[in-house]
């Protein structure tokens, strides 16, 4: 993509937080700083599914003058920690060490950027984080942490029929295990019972009350598709109560669950565009 061209190469670097060590990516800023972005990456399988897109858009945005932090929350990609010992809250508190490692290098107010269930979790992060950010980039946001929970575990049950395995355990049966404090392994991913609570007891995205400017990001599948009742319903919600949203729509593949790693340059531009023409003055 010839729009990244002047864009510096991005830094690896290890950032010390609790409980070991998080792998980063910095995309510093061409030219005079306009300010920093802080990505929130989704969870599980759809981290690395979408780790192209998310490396494009970084580049893309530092071009515009943004420093660019891409952390791997702990317990994920080559951070420390095993997927298994994940908690919401250490991954929120893995946020605040690197919105304030942003901000000892860089001045310039902060986007939070979600995508997924990282949208929900850079959501409930900037209630109570300690950088607020002064606005927020959410990709295709997961709406309810329970509905998504669910889904999950329904990847066990679809795995085992694929396997033709002897018998395979219902969402009802996996829920009841974590109850009783036991790890389970869905899609290659072990699964805490206190990270499975901590999903199922999120507030769902309509309860969130974002207090900076929004651009919210769906994926359609065609030109004839519109944006899923859900989403619209929310989104009409936090227009209604005066948040400042502007979602937008695109047609383009769901790269965050697609076999093969997916591209789509529309996606990029149109966030750029977004970045570019004024988060702040929505």
Known sequence: MNAFRDAPGAQPFFLKSGMG????????????CRGTVLYVHPFAEELNRSRRMAALQA??????????????LYGCGDSSGDFGDARWQIWKDDLDAGAAWLRQ?????????????????????AR?????????????PVLNGQTYLTQFLRLRATNALLTDAVASSGTAELRAALDAGETIEIAGYDLAPELARALDGLDPLDAMTPDCPVHWFEALGSSTQS?????????????ARGIELQVHTLQCP???????????TAWIEANSAAVREGIYAI
Do not use: K
């Not at 990282?118 to 409930?124: F, S, T, V, W």
């Not at 109570?128 to 295709?140: D, K, T, V």
């Not at 944006?227 to 227009?239: E, H, K, P, T």
């Not at 769901?254 to 789509?264: L, M």
């Open 21 to 32: 060590q998080r792998f980063c990516l910095f995309h510093p800023p061409a030219g005079n």
């Open 59 to 72: 580049r893309a945005l530092a071009t515009l003058g943004y420093g660019v932090l891409q952390i791997d």
């Open 105 to 125: 290098r860089l001045d310039g107010p902060m986007i939070l950027w979600g995508l997924r269930l990282g949208a929900l979790l850079a959501l409930d992060h």
């Open 128 to 140: 109570s984080a300690i950088h607020r950010p002064a606005a927020m980039l959410l990709w295709q």
């Open 227 to 239: 944006l899923s009742a859900g989403a619209a319903r929310v989104s009409a919600d936090w227009q």
């Open 254 to 264: 769901p790269f965050w669950i697609t076999a093969e790693i997916t591209e789509c």
